[in-house]
């Protein structure tokens, strides 16, 4: 079932002209007080992911930090799929029904500017957060319903962006959105100067997850102890995290124990331990199993029965965010409040239940 997360009513009226007659796609916007080109391209593109076109086409203008708009300065938008409507002289003609929609008031733009909450994820991530998972993935109902609990007086919303690339920076590291999920947490007493200890300051952990070990099922490694591992090839696709290869005093990669192999997709591991050029790959349990399930190696992959790792899944925030501390201790709270009262363990065993029987 398709999940629509409906926790506020987004309507923007800026003009007292009402609904417009005839609307052209595309145009030009000038540049409002508050204003972020995440914010313009969530409001005119329905997608805050979009500010990254807006920027390469504005440039000139721009400069490379998409951070340097100004008010008053004149934006040129593309039209893509339809969108955006209603734009004329710089300013946007509302398209708005207000007999179906009502509006709201909001104040967007930057952290010191806005009242709103404002949380970050995105999808493809299943079964942490999909838009198209039960309730938007674990994680993303974990959150939500964590601060529901909290109450906060000003509101929350949570955004998807499928850029994740985007999330630490520019919109997280400018306060473009407040907090971001889901992320896991490397032990940042062994890497304090890596970017998520030394940047970022993370909630109590939402949820727990085995990484597993994968192997080849006609030659399964051995995995009783650490040392078991020393000298073998692992493999992770590119972009996912190993900072467990080097926890608990493994030090696999920094002192060069194993030997780390990063192709650009989980079946590209799957498909090197299953012919011999791996010795295994590790990947969180939810996501190998359903790869291993999706990719039919069912018949010559193995799961070893002893975990690499387990990881916690975090809500990130940027130490800059002038309000840090506080979005953490809201989260905290709330996730405290849905632990004590039932409500955290219920969703978690509702989750279980779809993906095991998915899997």
Not at 150 to 178: E, K, M, R, T, Y
Not at 214 to 231: C, L, V, Y
Request: contains cysteine.
């Amino acid at each position: 079932m398709k999940y629509v997360l409906s926790l506020f009513l987004f309507a923007f009226i800026l003009s007292a002209g009402g609904r417009a007659d005839a609307q052209t796609c595309g145009g030009t916007y000038t540049v409002q007080p508050g204003d972020s080109l995440s914010v313009i391209a969530d409001r005119l593109y329905k997608n805050a992911g979009m500010w990254s076109v807006i920027h390469r086409d504005n440039i000139a203008a721009i400069g490379q930090s998409p951070n340097a708009i100004a008010v008053g300065m004149r934006l040129n938008l593309t039209c893509i799929d339809g969108l955006p409507v209603g734009l004329e002289g710089g300013r946007e003609v509302a398209a708005v029904d207000t007999s179906v929609v009502t509006p709201v008031t909001v104040q967007p733009g930057t952290a010191a500017v806005r009242n709103r909450i404002n949380l970050l994820t995105g999808g493809d991530y299943a079964p942490f957060t999909d838009k198209d998972w039960h309730n938007g993935g674990l994680i993303t109902d974990i959150v939500d319903q964590a601060l529901r609990k909290a109450n906060p007086s000003q509101g929350f919303a949570i955004h998807w962006v499928n850029d994740w690339g985007s999330h630490f920076d520019p919109l997280l590291s400018n306060a473009l959105l407040d907090m971001g999920f889901p992320w896991y947490l490397p032990d940042c007493n062994l890497t304090p100067d890596i970017m998520r200890c030394r940047d970022f300051l993370a909630s109590e952990s939402m949820f727990e997850t085995l990484m597993l070990v994968f192997a080849n099922k006609a030659n399964p490694i051995r995995f009783d102890s650490d040392e078991d591992i020393i000298g073998k090839t692992i493999c992770r696709p590119v972009g996912f995290l190993t900072f467990d290869l080097d926890g608990e005093g493994r030090r696999w990669i920094l002192d060069d124990k194993v030997k780390l192999v990063t192709p650009q997709t989980v079946a590209d591991c799957f498909r090197m331990v299953a012919e011999g050029e791996a010795d295994f790959l590790s990947l969180s349990e939810f996501i190998g199993r359903a790869a291993m399930k999706d990719l039919g190696y069912e018949d010559r992959i193995t799961v070893l029965p002893r975990p690499l790792s387990i990881v916690g899944i975090h809500v990130f925030v940027h130490k800059s965010h002038p309000q840090a501390q506080e979005l953490l201790d809201l989260i905290n709270t709330g996730l405290r409040g849905i632990r004590e009262d039932g409500l955290y363990q219920t969703i978690v065993e509702d989750h279980m239940t779809r993906i095991w029987a998915n899997l």
